[in-house]
């Protein structure tokens, strides 16, 4: 799915949204993730966060580029 229809699902609140995130970007984001963290299951959480942040944010924002945008959140959550 293009990443125009997944921002879409977001902003017409579909579930789907998650989980079309999670199809293409999971791995990219649990990447970003376990390189700052090294461990797991914190990456894994920090991934939910992640996709928890789209859901709150996607309505309002409309990202450009959402690969980034998640990579953005990603990184900051697991900074924190």
Known sequence: MDDNRIIELFWER?????SEM???YG???SG?????L???LD???????TWLSLW???PPSRPK?????????VRNHAIK
């Open 22 to 24: 999670s199809q293409k």
């Open 43 to 49: 990456a894994e959480e920090c991934v939910n966060d």
């Open 56 to 58: 709150n944010a996607i």
């Open 65 to 73: 580029d959402l690969k980034t945008y998640a990579g953005r959140i």
């Open 32 to 36: 970003i993730s376990m390189q700052i």
């Open 14 to 18: 579909s579930d789907k949204a998650i």
């Open 27 to 29: 791995k990219y984001c």
């Open 38 to 40: 090294h461990n797991t």
